[in-house]
């Protein structure tokens, strides 16, 4: 990988010394930036180093005569400061794509049955001494400890395949769950309508069981989520930490929104009546950015678009998200003398796709002026 400068002007612009870069503690030589704020720290390293002044810089891949081809002294300090870039890189990968290995007490675990027909269950934490009974025999929890993903343990009348479980997996198989959580059909369309970036700070207004907040913190830098009830959010806190042994740190959890300072990029409420909320949080989202409203009920809707003409929010869109899973499979003939070439089963899976909720998207207007020319009413 190497740096280019594309300059914005016909004259490029002088590169510093090397020991003045060394020297700039916010250079990717030095800084260490925290998961999931890759982008952002990296883009500021470079532009606080001053090292294009105002040239655009951007990744590419070089060859070997490309690079030989470069100036002497320009070679020299990009060799010095992608050494550190890259080795913050990998840092930066280790920690967000890493492997957890073979299971260990604390984690939670997919086990399927593979016979045909065998349907997944989550199990966990793994402690020594329990069990899990399944249909096919028990399944001891000192069996899984140790085994690696993919790997099949026996019971006495069955074989299971083990792997550890997916964030829909986590959401939607777990057994702890204080509240009907909000279901990932729903959850990427609404990390969609947000229009997020890895640097975005995200509100988060009713925690629940914490399963919205997961989708956004592997998705942003930070989301401070919000639940008036201390017992949910310590609820949602722990199931949260359970999920691949706590890799998602960039949360926080409050009960009172006034705790929370500075100004966040995306909100989203899910609450009962969030146009009770939308006064409070003009001055926690910045202008021009969006809130998105989870509402199980259409009245709630209406209820919603109507309070909305008395504040600063513009309603873009009400949408419903509908997920319906196909069923394609080899079939089994039972004619053989049927004229078929690998006959396949196409069909809509059995499970009926149903109602959630709706989600409203609402931006953030300026301040709404009295009388017909408000941002408002000229942009309606």
């Known amino acids: 990988m190497d740096i280019i400068s594309t300059p914005n002007m016909q004259t490029e612009q002088p590169l510093p010394d090397v020991d003045m870069l060394e020297e700039d503690e916010s250079c990717?030589?030095?800084?260490e930036p925290e998961d999931s704020h890759m982008r952002s720290t990296v883009s500021s390293g470079w532009q606080n180093s001053r090292l294009h002044a105002e040239d655009s810089i951007f990744i590419h891949m070089r060859t070997d005569d490309e690079q030989k081809r470069l100036p002497g002294i320009e070679r020299k300090l990009?060799?010095?400061?992608?050494?550190?870039?890259?080795?913050?890189?990998?840092?930066?990968?280790?920690?967000?794509?890493?492997?957890?290995?073979?299971?260990?007490?604390?984690?939670?675990?997919?086990?399927?049955?593979?016979?045909?027909?065998?349907?997944?269950?989550?199990?966990?934490?793994?402690t020594p001494g329990n069990r899990y009974m399944t249909r096919k025999g028990v399944l001891l929890h000192e069996s899984i400890i140790g085994q690696h993903p993919r790997d099949r343990i026996n019971t006495s009348h069955g074989q299971f395949l083990?792997?550890?479980?997916?964030?829909?997996?986590?959401?939607?198989?777990?057994?702890?769950?204080?509240?009907?959580?909000i279901y990932p059909k729903d959850a990427s369309c609404i990390t969609t309508m947000l229009d997020l970036a890895l640097d975005s700070r995200v509100l988060e207004v009713g925690t629940g069981n914490g399963a919205l907040t997961m989708h956004l913190a592997q998705m942003v830098g930070h989301v401070a989520t919000v639940d008036q009830n201390p017992e949910t959010s310590r609820?949602?806190?722990?199931?949260?930490?359970?999920?691949?042994?706590?890799?998602?740190?960039?949360?926080?959890?409050?009960?009172?929104?006034?705790d929370i300072g500075g100004e966040f990029d995306a909100a989203v409420l899910d609450v009962p009546m969030p146009w009770a909320q939308l006064p409070q949080l003009v001055e926690y989202l910045q202008v021009d950015r969006f809130t998105v409203c989870y509402l199980p009920n259409l009245s709630q809707v209406m209820e919603l678009v109507g309070h909305t003409l008395e504040l600063p929010f513009l309603v873009e869109d009400i949408v419903e998200v509908m997920w319906r899973s196909w069923d394609v499979r080899p079939a089994v003939v039972r004619?053989?003398?049927?004229?078929?070439?690998n006959p396949m089963v196409c069909r809509p899976s059995h499970e009926q796709a149903g109602h959630t909720a709706f989600l409203v998207r609402l931006r953030r207007c300026s301040t709404p002026k009295a009388g017909p020319d408000s941002e408002k009413l000229s942009e309606s």
């Not at 990717?28 to 800084?31: D, H, K, L």
Request: proline content about 8%.
């Open 28 to 31: 990717p030589r030095n800084c």
């Open 335 to 341: 004619n053989p003398q049927a004229p078929l070439v």
């Open 235 to 258: 609820r949602a806190q722990m199931f949260i930490g359970g999920f691949r042994r706590g890799r998602i740190q960039n949360v926080s959890f409050h009960t009172d929104i006034k």
């Open 162 to 181: 083990l792997h550890h479980p997916t964030l829909t997996e986590y959401i939607l198989l777990s057994k702890t769950r204080v509240c009907t959580p």
């Open 78 to 126: 990009r060799k010095e400061c992608l050494g550190k870039l890259n080795e913050t890189h990998t840092r930066h990968i280790q920690r967000r794509f890493y492997s957890l290995g073979a299971f260990q007490p604390g984690d939670s675990v997919i086990v399927r049955e593979c016979a045909k027909g065998g349907k997944p269950a989550l199990i966990g934490p793994l």
